[in-house]
């Protein structure tokens, strides 16, 4: 649900047009409680959005392989820590609208069958992760496009709860195997909430139509692949 698509718990071509407007109108009390959103934006501030705090969401760092290589991919400082994690806030799609740049908006994919990963093309920032299929609502929103001055990441979305994925770390990380159970469960019954309530339908990296990305998703080649999963690379 982080990176990769198989997290461990430690211890057809798109044909939309570019530009298009993303699916998901701002629910009313979304717009009765903008000065509770967390902005989002891109390293030079094409990008613009914001994702609302909301109970279901949770903060995590994800160690896994996948998540690795995309930071190597994008070739942008910053996005992995010393140890080779990405900070990610678990959420759902409803909850994060972009208000502005959308042109720039891009995605990729490490493999035909791997999960989007969503980024402003503009300057290599990373914004999301999400399923290929919309009927999962699921979003790791990257911390790399929520880190604002005010508010903090800590105040809208909590502490961070849950280390995954702490196999492929670079050095042992302390796994959190009670907090990861539950924080799991917790993500999956929302997701699941989200598909029963059609909640799955207000999506903005998704067609409403057709349920096809917004974006065409650009997958590596096995030369691309094999160097970014290089250690050195």
Not at 51 to 56: E, I, T
Not at 63 to 71: E, I, K, M, S, W
Not at 75 to 95: F, M, R
Not at 215 to 225: G, M, N, T
Request: hydrophobic share 35%; charged share 20%; glycine share 10%.
């Amino acid at each position: 649900m982080f990176g990769d698509g198989r997290t461990r718990i430690a211890g057809k071509p798109s044909d939309a047009q570019p530009g298009a407007q993303p699916a998901g109108p701002v629910c009313g009390s979304h717009r009765a409680k903008t000065d509770m959103n967390h902005p989002l934006r891109c390293r030079c501030g094409k990008l613009r959005g914001y994702v609302v705090p909301h109970r279901s969401t949770m903060r995590a760092v994800c160690y896994c392989r996948d998540c690795q290589a995309y930071a190597r991919f994008l070739g942008t400082p910053g996005i992995v820590d010393e140890n080779g994690g990405t900070e990610v806030v678990a959420s759902l799609p409803k909850h994060l609208l972009f208000t502005g740049g959308l042109e720039v908006l891009a995605c990729m994919s490490l493999s035909e069958r791997g999960i989007l990963r969503w980024y402003a093309d503009c300057c290599k920032t990373p914004v999301g992760n999400t399923p290929r299929n919309p009927k999962l609502p699921y979003v790791g929103v990257i911390h790399n496009c929520l880190e604002a001055r005010s508010p903090t990441v800590e105040s809208s979305f909590g502490p961070l709860r849950l280390r995954v994925n702490t196999h492929s770390a670079r050095t042992k990380i302390q796994s959190t195997p009670i907090a990861s159970t539950v924080g799991v469960l917790t993500l999956m019954m929302s997701v699941l909430g989200g598909r029963l309530t059609g909640a799955h339908k207000i999506n903005p990296f998704f067609m409403p139509d057709s349920g096809r990305p917004i974006r065409q998703p650009r997958v590596l080649s096995i030369a691309e692949r094999a160097r970014v999963y290089r250690s050195d690379a």
